[in-house]
């Protein structure tokens, strides 16, 4: 007999109803007698005792399903341990969720704030594994997390459509991807959507580099160009200030995002026409790709594996192409982010991509 806690916390991605369905199908198939918690809207439903028991028919028909059929939010791990407005001891109140359903296991999917306070929730006692969600790709322990390959396929059909009407019109198009930490799903879309340029906030940009780079394909007879820009994209005088300083001048900030202050300083120092497409969450939505089905079965099938052995307290990764248990306490509060001296970094430069720098 096993009992489980699911939940999904922080930004939403498209494979977390696969990696839920992975789990269970593989504890299901393999433990007498199984029950499934589900908290809803990520911590909020283990704070506050919200959550349903779940059958067999809650998991059918959703390897395809974005979203998340339990719902999300952000809970920032900093508040944590600040009690909520009516002075309720979370991480206590958690914990008295968790040993009054009488728990083996909590299976917590989430990115980087949510790994955090999944660490802290082990650090407490309880028995958990975490599996790792997000677009941004940047939880440090795995090659890749689920919803990545997803968005990048959203992110790069937007730059691919951009492509045909950036010819037509000889403009210079921005399209801004998501990523306010880091670059990897801009440095891929980038490359796959044939940008000329990527900005990334491991890789601080020089305006006048840009238009240089925009400039040498106008002379070499190529009527438009195409930057990929991340959400976090970051100057070289702004990477130069403290982090209050950058804080507050963003703040003050009176474009809608870095992209449109980018085409400002273009479209002044090259006076070219820019125009800038945000695709914003549809990165994150729709169906999963068939490479995050597959990845999700198997993340699910290793957690239920990891949990009938009762081994617990890790992330359950993918290192090589073979699933693997992390340590939880070796990997959060790490970030994993694009190193701009990488291999990866030096052939994108080879085949001349700009990265402004
Ligand atoms: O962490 C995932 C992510 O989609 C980032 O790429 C993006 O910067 C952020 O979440 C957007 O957050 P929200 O959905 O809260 O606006």
Known sequence: MKRIGLLTSGGDCQALNAAMRGVVKGLSENVDGLEVYGFLNG????????????????????????????????????????????????????????????????????????????????????????????????????????????????ATDAIDCIHTTAASHNRVFIVEVMGHKVGWLTLYAGIAGGADIILLPEIPYDVDKVVKAINKRTRAGKGFTILAVAEGAISKEDAALSKKEYKEKVAKREYPSVSYEIADRIMKEAGVEVRVTVPGHTQRGGSPCPYDRVLCTRLGAAAAKAIMDEDYGHMIAMVNGKTKRVPLGEVAGKLKMVEPGSQMIKEAKRTGISFGD
Do not use: W
């Open 43 to 154: 911590y909020k439903g283990l704070i506050y005792g919200n959550y349903r028991l779940l059958t067999s028919t809650d998991f059918s028909g959703i390897l395809t399903k974005g979203g998340t059929i339990l719902g999300s939010s952000r809970q920032p791990f900093k508040q944590m341990r600040v009690p909520d407005e009516n002075g309720l001891d979370k991480v206590e109140a958690m914990k008295q969720t968790y040993y009054k359903l009488n728990l083996n296991c909590l299976v917590i999917l989430g990115g980087n704030g949510t790994q955090k306070t999944a660490n802290l929730l082990r650090e407490e006692g309880l028995n958990i594994i975490h599996l790792p969600k997000t677009i941004d790709n940047d939880i440090y322990g795995t090659d890749v997390t689920f919803g990545f390959q997803s968005a990048i396929n959203i």
